[in-house]
């Protein structure tokens, strides 16, 4: 297994955490990451790739293979498609509606299935 660290300075989360008003993005113009931009970052994806996608789905070109189980099954992005895990972890990090913890708490399984574990670090 993995270790990835979400630290609370660089996340970039849905709701009233949303700083910036920029939506969903894996990379924001400010440096915040959701999770799937922290994950991205560690699979070594370029902020250039990153900065402005909405989705994995919206990555152009080839998707690593550790990023591959957030998009679609063609590993290639021209089809706009996320993968089910993909679209539970969006959802979960934007919902505006839960705390930090429980954003953390619903992401650790689905983190876990691809052999990442998550480490939070609210405090960095």
């Known amino acids: 297994m993995q270790r990835m660290v979400i630290k609370g ?3 970039h989360r849905g709701g009233k955490f949303n700083n910036g008003g920029e939506g ?3 990379l924001t113009s400010s440096g915040k990451r959701c999770c ?3 994950h991205g970052r560690h699979c070594k994806i370029p902020d250039d ?3 402005g996608a909405t989705y994995p789905s919206s990555l152009i070109g080839v998707i690593p293979k550790c990023y591959r189980p957030w998009v679609g099954e ?3 992005t021209a089809f706009n498609i996320n993968s089910l895990m993909g679209s539970q972890a969006a959802v979960i990090n934007d919902n ?3 705390t930090d913890k429980e ?3 619903a992401l650790r399984p689905i ?3 691809i052999g990442v574990i998550i480490v939070w670090r609210p405090d960095l």
Request: no cysteine; net charge positive; proline share 0%.
């Open 74 to 76: 063609t590993y290639h």
């Open 36 to 38: 799937l931009g922290i």
């Open 49 to 51: 790739r990153l900065r």
């Open 24 to 26: 969903s993005r894996l």
């Open 9 to 11: 300075s660089e996340w």
């Open 103 to 105: 954003k953390i708490a």
């Open 111 to 113: 983190f876990r299935r």
């Open 96 to 98: 505006a509606k839960t």
